[in-house]
């Protein structure tokens, strides 16, 4: 379950391609519910297995996940 969330929400910021770390957060808090630590803990992940970059507050996406 936490895989298809991830995913999907890795999808949402190839769409966007960039967001603030603020807006992301309150994004994914207000339309699916997911806790501020849970999405700060999905960033780190995704910034470790370089999908994304955060620099200055701004999350930019950096690649397509492999598993597509």
Do not use: C
């Not at 339309?31 to 700060?40: A, F, W």
């Not at 803990?41 to 930019?60: A, F, Q």
Request: aromatic fraction near 10%.
């Amino acid at each position: 379950m936490k895989q298809g969330r991830m995913k999907s929400l890795l999808e949402d910021l190839e769409k966007r391609k960039k967001i603030s770390v603020t807006e992301f957060l309150s994004y994914i808090a207000v339309n699916y519910g997911i806790r501020r630590s849970t999405g700060q803990e999905y960033l780190r992940d995704w910034v470790d297995g370089d999908y994304i970059t955060i620099e200055k507050g701004i999350i930019r996406f950096l690649k397509k996940n492999e598993e597509d």
